[in-house]
């Protein structure tokens, strides 16, 4: 592999380390990595952010999402933890932090500085935060995770790009996906190239159609204000999805290095086809059918004749060997019945002949809750009968693995990748332009206030716009 880790005395910097994100994700993934032995005992972090905190104020918030600790473990974690309060624009800030870091370095005998920064921040600092790192703290060697949005369509992306460019090298930028975090993600090159039975047939003469669905059972309630200007696409599918779904259809990268699976990437996405506007099923949730539950709408951040779209499903098509003619469906949606992602692969059905009725192989992907890869296959029904029926090879993880199996958080697998220096599971400059060249004419043609979009409505709870069923058995999906 053409990468190294971090050592034993690394600075890591979270900026932003007030808000929201710091606190359920960030914070908890370093203390989980450093529970599970992950990260030396040795380092030191530090929290920057403008509100004025005190060192133990600062470390009793971010400490509330903690898992497994007992109060040892957590006291250890927390000895290595302090805070800065200072602007992001301005220099004092950040010349503490440059001390902070030599002193420690110093004190360690430390010649060639490790720095990692986490910019838990909104896109709007993203840049001045870089700027400032570049002139007072960049020492050694570099890395900066950065979270998304990354952009809001490719000018915007193309734009920040083009400032973090001459400040950070690709080598030193690590865009943050958390889905590529996600256990059963990560799995998807194993499952794939590590089995000869499903590398044999991933293709246009055995695959019917995918799915890649995302359903949460909850809606924006809170984050109205946040969400209205970013819908469903962007939220979830120009990101999250899409990544899932280059994983699914790439070539075999040569090998596990970050740059032959990211190469690979690039070139998928390059394969897809321009995003069909006539072939779209477009949503926006209403109250619940017993009126517990507010509709889209009733939120107050939100305005009142939003047409924000809160539920997609779009049709995706490749144009290479592989997969010409395969239907692919992207679908998302908040507020819906069940939380759940997952993948289905539908296999073309065989020769009817010696049966009447045969029902087609289809392989579910369960990423999330409790993952699950499961094979729907026909066998006889046992005993005396010449019937077949539809049954699963299941491969339930919480079945099959113990317990005691600790399987990472999507942020702490991510942080743990940086720390080594693995850019596989992080999204290069490339991949990024692509996505949003895909996504980009999609959201115009949706956000343009000439179109007058056609939106169903849904029930909060419901499974989502009545036609779901009809939208996907024209894309060649078939119910059992
Ligand atoms: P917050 O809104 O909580 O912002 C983080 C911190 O940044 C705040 O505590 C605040 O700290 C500072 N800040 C907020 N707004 C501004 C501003 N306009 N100018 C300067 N500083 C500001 O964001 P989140 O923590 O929710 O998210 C951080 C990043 O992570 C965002 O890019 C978001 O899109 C992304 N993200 C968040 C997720 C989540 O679950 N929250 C999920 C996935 C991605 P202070 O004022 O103390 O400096
Ligand atoms: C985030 C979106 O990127 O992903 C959220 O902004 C969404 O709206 C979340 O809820 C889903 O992540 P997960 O890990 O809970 O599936």
Redesign the pocket.
């Known amino acids: 592999m053409s990468y190294h880790s971090f050592g034993d005395y690394t600075t890591i910097v979270v900026f932003?380390a007030?808000?929201?994100?710091?606190k359920?994700?960030t914070f908890p993934a370093l203390f989980g990595l450093f529970r599970e032995g992950h990260l030396p005992k040795t380092i030191q972090i530090i929290g920057y952010?403008?509100?004025k905190l005190e060192d133990d104020d600062f470390k009793d918030r971010i400490s509330k999402n903690f898992k497994g600790a007992t109060e040892e473990t957590k006291k250890e974690f927390l000895s290595l933890v302090s805070y800065i309060s200072d602007p992001?624009d301005t220099d004092e800030g950040y010349i503490k932090l440059r001390k902070a870091c030599e002193s420690y370095e110093e004190k360690h005998g430390v010649k060639n500085p490790h720095r990692l920064f986490y910019l838990?921040?909104?896109?709007?600092?993203f840049t001045v935060v870089c700027k400032q790192l570049k002139k007072e703290v960049y020492a050694g060697e570099t890395r900066i995770i950065v979270?998304?949005?990354f952009g809001h369509d490719l000018e915007s992306a193309r734009a920040l790009q083009r400032d973090l460019a001459p400040l950070f090298t690709e080598e030193e930028l690590y865009r943050i996906d958390?889905y590529l975090g996600k256990e059963m993600v990560k799995n998807l090159l194993v499952l794939r190239f590590g089995n000869t039975m499903f590398s044999g047939i991933w293709n246009k003469s055995n695959i019917a159609s995918i799915q890649i669905s995302f359903k949460e059972a909850f809606g924006t309630e809170g984050r109205g204000g946040y969400f209205d200007s970013i819908g469903i696409v962007r939220d979830v599918m120009q990101n999250h999805l899409l990544q899932v779904l280059t994983l699914l259809t790439m070539d075999r990268p040569v090998s596990f290095d970050p740059e032959a699976v990211r190469d690979e990437k690039v070139k998928i996405l390059k394969a897809i086809e321009p995003i069909d506007t006539e072939d779209l099923l477009l949503g926006q949730y209403t109250k619940s059918e017993d009126g517990t539950k507010p509709g889209y709408l009733d939120d107050d951040t939100v305005k009142p004749d939003s047409k924000c779209v809160t539920y997609a499903a779009l049709g995706l098509s490749i144009s290479n060997e592989r997969w010409d003619g395969v239907p692919i469906v992207l679908r998302a949606g908040k507020a819906l019945d069940e939380s759940k992602v997952e993948i289905r692969i539908q296999f073309k059905p065989v020769a009817k002949g010696m049966f009447k009725e045969i029902q087609r192989n289809e392989l579910v992907i369960r990423i999330q809750p409790n993952e699950a890869i499961y094979l729907k296959i026909n066998s006889k029904i046992p005993g005396i009968s010449t019937e077949t029926s539809l049954t699963e090879l299941d491969l339930t993880y919480s079945t099959r693995y113990s317990k005691d199996f600790w399987i990472p958080e999507a942020y702490e697998a991510l942080i743990r990748d940086c720390y080594l220096g693995n850019h596989s599971n992080f999204v290069r400059d490339d991949e990024l332009d692509e996505s949003w060249k895909l996504f980009t004419p999609l959201l115009k043609h949706i956000e343009s206030s000439e179109n007058d979009i056609p939106l169903v409505k849904y029930a909060y709870g419901s499974k989502g716009p009545d036609h779901l069923r009809k939208y996907l058995e024209k894309h060649n999906y078939v119910f059992d």
């Open positions: 932003g007030s808000g929201d994100l710091a359920k994700k952010a403008r509100s992001y838990a921040l909104p896109p709007s600092v979270e998304k949005p958390h």
